[in-house]
């Protein structure tokens, strides 16, 4: 697996689908205070060969 985080818009659309699918994301948020949650998007690692 590999991982980035989402920035900017990509990362605003993916956090408003989570809250969507989880809308108790919200609570986590408002006790982060001034602390940004970040959102990562993960991918599958690439094939390596023997």
């Given at each position: 697996m590999e991982a980035d985080e989402a920035d900017g818009q990509e990362g605003e659309r993916l956090w408003a689908l989570d809250v969507s699918a989880c809308p108790?994301?919200?609570?986590c948020a408002r006790r982060a205070g001034e602390r940004r949650i970040s959102v990562k998007v993960l991918r599958p690692a690439p094939a390596t060969t023997a």
């Open positions: 108790a994301r919200n609570h």
